[in-house]
């Protein structure tokens, strides 16, 4: 009787389940997803700008700390430095002055060869009495020259009319090891230490270089995957899209009510009510402002920015795992009278965290706007690192909602490891002031790479490196993967633990 009472159950919801999917016009679906995967595309290509083509250049030369002068650039001397630069689109070189700690007078001649052919590739006068101790001087290129990768070049350093007592001189490093191909002279004679100069440029980003052609075969295997659902679906086959539509079409007016209830619960006897979301994460970013950049010092860039675009993320993910955490311990009684696919308890609580979410943007685009941040084209790219953030928030909510039914330690495992994971993510501090030997930290946490590109976006006004954007798709791909394969595997045995 009980096998019957099981199949007959079983039959009523997939008849309907049938009756949903019949009301879904599949050809439909799919030519939208095609189409909206070709709009993404261009409007991607258009927003990444010029960081999808080039990025810093990692054969950059860093300017080395000096330690001592060179020679003083009286007429007559010379100072030259030799290089071979791994830059791809070379753009400029940069020297440090030492002035004695005097005015100085006259001018000095800064010059770059390519000792392949001889010939001068830069050339600048520069006035001394304009240089202050420790100054930098920096000769780029009108256009990026794509030709000197491994090509031979000398930095020369002359004064066509300086004097002895009112001269400057280029600094150096004594104890630098030098690259190969790298050899300074001074007055002709090869000394140990290198030129305190950098050189700079761009390389070319290979998958920018082939954007349209990876675009080209992403549709081509969307496309194909689209046609094997609706070849599927004409033989009365499941299939992961069609049974994810008919649920959300299914089961719409419960998950409505499930997010209205839980961000109704949030605020219930609260005075200010939803404008907790948005004076919150203001209030946070008060205290930490004042801490970290008056007692501490901080000399970051925009940084009631940095501090609140940190603090909104983290304060999503923490909101959205810990409510997801307690899904389906919470909606015992649901679960016990009405079949719901319960992957929906899990999800309607990281939807109703995304309302608070978009809610906590607001103060975000008022403290830009007073801390006249330059909001550029790049800001419209920020939503994509929100998306990945909330899609790696549901596969661990749903690990942790499944660890929680049989294990109810892991709310309290949960809340330490939280506030242990917050100190590693960069919200208040600068990355640069961690260890090397803690640096590991930061590439093994996956908020780091979320809250970092979306920083750039906002703060540095340009896209992140298309590489940026596969790692934050793969993290939350991978978490959703693995949170929605131990879901899955336990949920059968819920009902025995709640």
């Given at each position: 009787?009980?096998?019957?009472?099981?199949?007959?159950?079983?039959?009523?919801?997939?008849?309907?389940?049938?009756?949903?999917?019949?009301?879904?016009?599949?050809?439909?679906?799919?030519?939208?997803?095609?189409?909206?995967?070709?709009?993404?595309?261009?409007?991607?290509?258009?927003?990444?700008?010029?960081?999808?083509?080039?990025?810093?250049?990692?054969?950059?030369?860093?300017?080395?700390?000096?330690?001592?002068?060179?020679?003083?650039?009286?007429?007559?001397?010379?100072?030259?430095?030799?290089?071979?630069?791994?830059?791809?689109?070379?753009?400029?070189?940069?020297?440090?002055?030492?002035?004695?700690?005097?005015?100085?007078?006259?001018?000095?001649?800064?010059?770059?060869?390519?000792?392949?052919?001889?010939?001068?590739?830069?050339?600048?006068?520069?006035?001394?009495?304009k240089l202050t101790e420790g100054a930098i001087t920096t000769v780029?290129?009108?256009?990026?020259?794509?030709?000197?990768?491994?090509?031979?070049?000398?930095?020369?350093?002359?004064?066509?009319?300086?004097?002895?007592?009112?001269?400057?001189?280029?600094?150096?490093?004594?104890?630098?090891?030098?690259?190969?191909?790298?050899?300074?002279?001074?007055?002709?004679?090869?000394?140990?230490?290198?030129?305190?100069?950098?050189?700079?440029?761009?390389?070319?980003?290979?998958?920018?270089?082939?954007?349209?052609?990876?675009?080209?075969?992403?549709?081509?295997?969307?496309?194909?995957?689209?046609?094997?659902?609706?070849?599927?679906?004409?033989r009365k086959k499941k299939s992961v899209l069609l049974n994810a539509?008919?649920?959300?079409?299914?089961?719409?007016?419960?998950?409505?009510?499930?997010?209205?209830?839980?961000?109704?619960?949030?605020?219930?006897?609260?005075?200010?009510?939803?404008?907790?979301?948005?004076?919150?994460?203001?209030?946070?970013?008060?205290?930490?402002?004042?801490?970290?950049?008056?007692?501490?010092?901080?000399?970051?860039?925009?940084?009631?920015?940095?501090?609140?675009?940190?603090?909104?993320?983290?304060?999503?993910?923490?909101?959205?795992?810990?409510?997801?955490?307690?899904?389906?311990?919470?909606?015992?009684?649901?679960?016990?009278?009405?079949?719901?696919?319960?992957?929906?308890?899990?999800?309607?609580?990281?939807?109703?965290?995304?309302?608070?979410?978009?809610?906590?943007?607001?103060?975000?685009?008022?403290?830009?706007?007073?801390?006249?941040?330059?909001?550029?084209?790049?800001?419209?790219?920020?939503?994509?690192?929100?998306?990945?953030?909330?899609?790696?928030?549901?596969?661990?909510?749903?690990?942790?909602?499944?660890?929680?039914?049989?294990?109810?330690?892991?709310?309290?495992?949960?809340?330490?490891?939280?506030?242990?994971?917050?100190?590693?993510?960069?919200?208040?501090?600068?990355?640069?002031?961690?260890?090397?030997?803690?640096?590991?930290?930061?590439?093994?946490?996956?908020?780091?790479?979320?809250?970092?590109?979306?920083?750039?976006?906002?703060?540095?006004?340009?896209?992140?490196?298309?590489?940026?954007?596969?790692?934050?798709?793969?993290?939350?791909?991978?978490?959703?993967?693995?949170?929605?394969?131990?879901?899955?595997?336990?949920?059968?045995?819920?009902?025995?633990?709640?």
């Amino acid at each position: 009787m009980r096998k019957l009472l099981k199949r007959g159950k079983y039959n009523s919801i997939s008849d309907g389940k049938q009756a949903v999917s019949d009301q879904i016009n599949l050809k439909k679906v799919c030519a939208v997803i095609l189409l909206g995967y070709i709009i993404l595309a261009f409007l991607f290509y258009i927003l990444a700008g010029e960081q999808l083509h080039f990025r810093s250049s990692r054969g950059n030369v860093k300017m080395p700390v000096p330690n001592f002068g060179t020679v003083e650039m009286v007429a007559g001397a010379k100072v030259e430095q030799t290089f071979i630069p791994t830059i791809q689109r070379f753009k400029q070189v940069s020297v440090t002055w030492g002035t004695y700690g005097r005015h100085n007078k006259g001018t000095v001649l800064i010059e770059l060869y390519n000792l392949k052919d001889n010939s001068r590739i830069l050339s600048q006068t520069v006035d001394v009495s304009k240089l202050t101790e420790g100054a930098i001087t920096t000769v780029a290129s009108e256009k990026y020259l794509e030709n000197l990768y491994g090509v031979p070049l000398l930095l020369r350093i002359t004064s066509p009319d300086s004097v002895a007592g009112s001269a400057v001189s280029p600094m150096m490093k004594t104890d630098a090891e030098p690259k190969a191909g790298q050899q300074l002279y001074l007055n002709g004679k090869a000394v140990n230490g290198v030129l305190a100069f950098s050189a700079e440029g761009q390389d070319y980003i290979w998958l920018g270089l082939h954007y349209w052609k990876f675009i080209a075969a992403g549709g081509i295997l969307l496309a194909a995957y689209l046609l094997y659902i609706l070849m599927r679906t004409k033989r009365k086959k499941k299939s992961v899209l069609l049974n994810a539509l008919v649920a959300m079409k299914k089961y719409r007016f419960l998950i409505y009510q499930l997010v209205s209830r839980d961000f109704k619960t949030k605020y219930k006897r609260s005075i200010l009510g939803v404008f907790w979301s948005f004076l919150n994460p203001l209030l946070m970013m008060t205290v930490q402002y004042y801490v970290f950049s008056t007692i501490f010092k901080t000399d970051i860039a925009f940084y009631p920015v940095y501090l609140l675009t940190g603090i909104i993320m983290f304060n999503f993910f923490s909101e959205a795992c810990g409510m997801a955490l307690t899904s389906i311990l919470g909606n015992a009684s649901l679960i016990t009278k009405v079949y719901v696919p319960k992957y929906i308890y899990p999800l309607t609580r990281i939807l109703s965290s995304l309302v608070n979410l978009a809610i906590s943007l607001i103060p975000l685009f008022v403290v830009g706007c007073f801390s006249n941040v330059p909001f550029t084209k790049s800001f419209l790219l920020f939503p994509f690192f929100l998306l990945c953030l909330a899609v790696f928030s549901l596969g661990l909510g749903m690990l942790l909602a499944a660890g929680m039914v049989f294990f109810r330690d892991v709310q309290f495992l949960w809340s330490v490891f939280s506030m242990m994971w917050m100190y590693a993510t960069p919200i208040f501090y600068p990355e640069s002031i961690l260890p090397d030997q803690f640096k590991f930290v930061l590439q093994i946490n996956p908020l780091y790479y979320f809250i970092t590109f979306a920083r750039t976006c906002i703060i540095s006004g340009i896209s992140p490196e298309p590489i940026a954007y596969i790692q934050s798709f793969l993290l939350a791909l991978g978490m959703l993967l693995v949170g929605a394969f131990v879901f899955k595997k336990t949920q059968d045995k819920f009902i025995l633990y709640i």
